[in-house]
């Protein structure tokens, strides 16, 4: 187990989970048939994980 921290697996391990139970939960396709539902089901498929990973992401602050 001492691999996983030096080698920072447990680190790429959370945001695969993460994709992997959204796309559990998404599904691989597309539910609607309309191309201005479409557009709307990509545009919150896109917008839920980039706000999700923003809120784990650190603000990063350099410090001189």
Do not use: C
């Amino acid at each position: 187990m001492a691999w996983q921290t030096t080698s920072g697996f447990n680190v790429r391990a959370l945001p695969e989970a993460f994709f992997s139970r959204y796309k559990h939960v998404i599904g691989d396709g597309l539910r609607f048939h309309t191309d201005d539902r479409q557009q709307t089901e990509i545009a919150v498929a896109v917008l839920v994980p980039n706000r999700m990973l923003g809120l784990w992401r650190p603000d990063s602050v350099r410090v001189v």
